[in-house]
């Protein structure tokens, strides 16, 4: 029963990791609310990890470094551009 809880736990924290971006992705308002995604998926990885759940564990890695991620990819198409 602990282990379900857990795993709630963890996908709670993935979706707030991607509702984090949407105030940067869909509305192009740049705020700092998007750092939290690396908090929401550190912790998500926490309790992934306590429940087993290695799929919860792989997603809420790219939650967590989805903002460096973010930020090359913009450099990247940016560059292209210039």
């Known amino acids: 029963m602990k282990k379900h809880k857990y795993m709630n ?4 924290f993935f979706v707030l990791g ?3 971006w949407l105030p940067n992705l869909i509305l192009d ?8 995604s690396m908090l929401f998926g550190a912790l998500g990885i926490v309790f992934a990890g306590i429940a087993r759940n ?5 997603a809420n890695v790219f939650v967590m470094f989805s903002f460096f991620i973010v930020m ?3 450099y990247y198409f940016y560059s292209l551009n210039a």
């Open 72 to 74: 090359g990819l913009g």
């Open 54 to 58: 290695w799929l919860l564990v792989v």
């Open 18 to 20: 991607v509702l984090a």
């Open 29 to 36: 308002y740049g705020t700092p609310l998007t750092l939290l």
């Open 9 to 12: 736990l963890s996908a709670l």
